[in-house]
Every structure is written in structure tokens, then in C-alpha cells.
């Protein structure tokens, strides 16, 4: 069976401080993958998608990156963070039916 | 512009009552829509999801109904457990946009015993 994991869980940064968020994704091969953000009181917007190693589409300007270096690794990053950054990262992969399927998340907090 | 709106923000429910959940999109480009159910500080679960050329989908306690002349999919839940207890998420995807995905803001749902 697909597991998808994330980490770290929770991560408490100084604003300008750099930032890595990795996803992994286990059962499966070449699937769609993608970075949603859920900021307090809002639904989830897209951040980034990726259908394959090095292809990433950004959905939104913004202070953060995304790269995608393995078949199933997706890497958030930012070099400087906002205070705008704080948020949950949620990460989704998609296989051959319609559906995402997200992993636990990372709760950030800028300070 | 928010093209898929959940406009109700709570619903509380008792237990063994049914939940109707609404959501409402602009898009007429969407054409596959799924329900998430969402634990604090979790990812959202996959609940249901309907086909733009069906107008509803139905699975044990979960019915998704659509009704694409007015833009409006609703979340049946019958009967209410208040392991139930949760925010749950509209979706919509746009045929041909490497399944990108579009959210609602959430309804919290609250059973109560």
C-alpha cells in the first residue's frame, strides 16, 4: 500500500531564517505530486505541483521554492522566511485514479 | 475569486440525524469533485469524490449528490456518529489541469451525542 510522510511534524523558525520541508512517497512510481498550504481560517490553496523529477509548476508568487530531485521526494524550501510563511504544509500525491492523498502535514510557525 | 465556496463555515448536528454539507463552485470547467474530511493539526482523508457526468455517488454512510445545472454538490451523512466530528472540504477539479485541485474553505462539522 502508498504511505506518504512528512517532516518535520512542527517547526518554530526566526523570520529570515531558511527552510526545508521534505515529502516522501512509498508503493508507488512516477506520481503527480503536490504542496498545499492551509493558513489559519482559509482552505487549502496549491503552492506547487510536480509530475515528475525535476518538472515543478508553481501556482502562486511567493517567498518559497519547490524541487522535486527523486521520483518520490518533494522538497519545500525558502531561503528567507516571512511571517506571512506560518502555516500547515500539507503534501499530496496522486497515483492512477482521480484522487490526492495527503500526508500528516507541518505545522510552521514564523516568529 | 474564490471559484469553490463552502458559505457555511459550521453546522452541528445531533447523533443519529443526517449531515448536509454544501458547497457551491463558478467553474463550468470542473469536472470531478471530492469530499475530504480533516482532524486538526492531520491531512485531510479522502471521503468521496463524483464525476461531473453522474449526479450521485453513494458510499455507506456518505452520499455525494451533484447538480451541475445550478454548480451545487452536497455531502449527505446519515446517520451522524460523532466520530463524524470534523472539517470537511469541497474539491474541484478542472479536466486537463494535471489534477489540480481546488478547495473550499471548510465546513467544521460538530455531532453531538
Known amino acids: 500500500s502508498q504511505t506518504i510522510h512528512q517532516w518535520p511534524a512542527t517547526l518554530v523558525q526566526p523570520v529570515g531564517s531558511p527552510l526545508s520541508l521534505e515529502c516522501t512517497v512509498e508503493?508507488?512510481?512516477?506520481?503527480?505530486l503536490y504542496w498545499y498550504r492551509q493558513a489559519a481560517g482559509r482552505g487549502l490553496q496549491l503552492l506547487f505541483y510536480?509530475?515528475?523529477?525535476?518538472?515543478i509548476s508553481s501556482e502562486v508568487p511567493q517567498n518559497l521554492s519547490a524541487s522535486r530531485p527523486q521520483d518520490r521526494q518533494f522538497i519545500l524550501s525558502s531561503k528567507k522566511l516571512l511571517l506571512s510563511d506560518s502555516g500547515f504544509y500539507l503534501c499530496?500525491?496522486?497515483?492512477?485514479?482521480?484522487?490526492?492523498?495527503f500526508g500528516p502535514g507541518t505545522r510552521l510557525t514564523v516568529l | 475569486d474564490q471559484q469553490v465556496k463552502q458559505n457555511s463555515p459550521s453546522l452541528s448536528v445531533q447523533e443519529g440525524r443526517i449531515s448536509i454539507l454544501n458547497c457551491d463552485y463558478t467553474?463550468?470547467?470542473?469536472?470531478?469533485f471530492l469530499w475530504y474530511k480533516k482532524y486538526p493539526a492531520e491531512g485531510p482523508t479522502f471521503l468521496i469524490s463524483?464525476?461531473?457526468?453522474?449526479d450521485k455517488n453513494e458510499d455507506g454512510r456518505f452520499t455525494v449528490f451533484l447538480n451541475k445545472s445550478a454548480k451545487h454538490l452536497s455531502l449527505h451523512i446519515v446517520p451522524s456518529q460523532p466520530g463524524d466530528s470534523a472539517v470537511y472540504f469541497c474539491?474541484?477539479?478542472?479536466?486537463?489541469?494535471?489534477?489540480?485541485?481546488?478547495f473550499g474553505k471548510g465546513t467544521l462539522l460538530t455531532v453531538n451525542p
Open positions: 499530496a500525491w496522486k497515483g492512477g485514479s482521480n484522487e490526492q492523498f
Open positions: 508503493g508507488t512510481s512516477n506520481p503527480n
Open positions: 510536480s509530475v515528475g523529477i525535476g518538472q
Open positions: 467553474n463550468s470547467m470542473f469536472d470531478y
Open positions: 463524483i464525476s461531473s457526468i453522474k
Open positions: 474539491a474541484a477539479r478542472r479536466g486537463g489541469s494535471n489534477y489540480k485541485l481546488t
